[in-house]
């Protein structure tokens, strides 16, 4: 029998056959990501790293809209407000360091991420062995839209992109389906959904990962290929400025589109993001990544925009945020070098 164990109901750990399982249970919220759940996340995986009983991780989510849509922002939003930055830098950094865990993990780890994969779902689903997407997968770092930059090591899955499809991504938030994330990186094999549970089943019982190539299909054609020629000669260039310049003095209608993507986001986190995925790209390690995400991370209820941002994305939902920096022409230089800047007490 599975054994299972839960935290306040919104996940469910136990062992199934050969496989460790790790379901997110919490689709009325799209299977938001709490502290609680990434600590019983990572419990799990430093037991089975060591249990013998148990040859592969399958994680997965109920429901149909969303495989995890992101961080539970919630309390982040409440202890910002009250001046406790602590709660923050801890949970980034806790987040984190089970995102490097699942990126080095020694075992198989297999992630089935239907619907919405977002910011924190990027960062327990897209860092392992094998990512399964469907017919209905979207998957996106929107990040900039809210105060952020592209954090739980999908910074390193950006800049690791092929030509300069990071940047593109990374800065508008535009959502991937199936094929584009097994094109940018993101995920690996394309399984109809109503192959799933079978597909499941044989992994646990027989607790070998290359099953998933006996299910697998040629996902939709990806529309980025298409792209990647005026994405490569537009974010190219030496610096985010000439970037959008060029957006904005195209007629195409995708380069309209993007321009119009990156004026809607936080002028600091596009800033500050465009230079994280730059320097990604000579990093051999998603550590270094995920170091370079906190040093802006643990800064912003602090010294930057994610209060005002989760308050007019999330909170309020009036969609208009007061911005501190109002146009990306205008942040100093030196304002990027301060939110990026190593951190001297990390949580």
Request: glycine share 8%; hydrophobic share 40%; with cysteine.
């Amino acid at each position: 029998m599975p054994q299972t164990t839960g935290v306040e109901n919104d996940i469910s750990v136990r062992i199934e056959g050969r496989a460790g399982r790790i379901t997110l249970t919490r689709p009325q919220v799209l299977n938001a990501l709490t502290a609680k759940m990434a600590q019983a996340m990572e419990t799990a995986l430093l037991a089975w790293a060591e249990d013998d009983a148990v040859d592969m991780v399958i994680v997965d989510a109920l429901g149909d809209k969303a495989f995890c849509a992101g961080g539970d922002v919630g309390d982040l939003y409440e202890s910002g407000k009250a001046g406790d930055f602590a709660y923050g830098r801890k949970f980034w950094a806790d987040e984190y360091r089970l995102n490097a865990m699942i990126a080095n993990y020694p075992k198989p780890y297999v992630a089935f991420l239907q619907g919405y994969t977002m910011g924190g779902g990027v960062g327990i689903g897209c860092h392992g062995f094998f990512r399964v997407v469907c017919e209905n997968s979207q998957i996106a770092m929107p990040e900039c839209s809210i105060g952020l930059v592209p954090d739980v090591g999908g910074s390193f899955l950006l800049a690791n992109a092929p030509g300069r499809l990071g940047e593109y991504l990374g800065l508008t938030g535009t959502r991937m389906n199936a094929a584009d994330a097994i094109h940018a990186g993101f995920a690996d094999t394309y399984v109809p959904r109503k192959n799933w549970e079978a597909l499941k089943a044989d992994l646990c019982e027989s607790g070998d990962p290359d099953v998933v190539d006996d299910y697998a299909e040629e996902p939709p054609l990806s529309g980025l290929p298409a792209l990647a020629k005026e994405i490569d000669k537009t974010f190219k260039s030496p610096s985010l400025a000439i970037c959008l310049g060029l957006l904005e003095a195209s007629a195409s209608a995708w380069a309209i589109d993007a321009a119009k993507a990156i004026r809607n986001n936080c002028p600091l986190s596009v800033a500050c993001a465009f230079e994280i995925i730059r320097r990604g790209r000579s990093f051999k390690q998603i550590e270094r990544s995920l170091e370079l995400e906190y040093r802006f991370t643990s800064r912003s209820m602090s010294h930057g925009e994610f209060i005002e941002g989760i308050r007019a994305q999330i909170i309020d939902k009036d969609r208009k945020p007061d911005w501190q920096i109002k146009r990306i022409e205008d942040v100093p230089p030196e304002k990027i070098s301060e939110m990026l800047a190593p951190v001297s007490n990390p949580a």
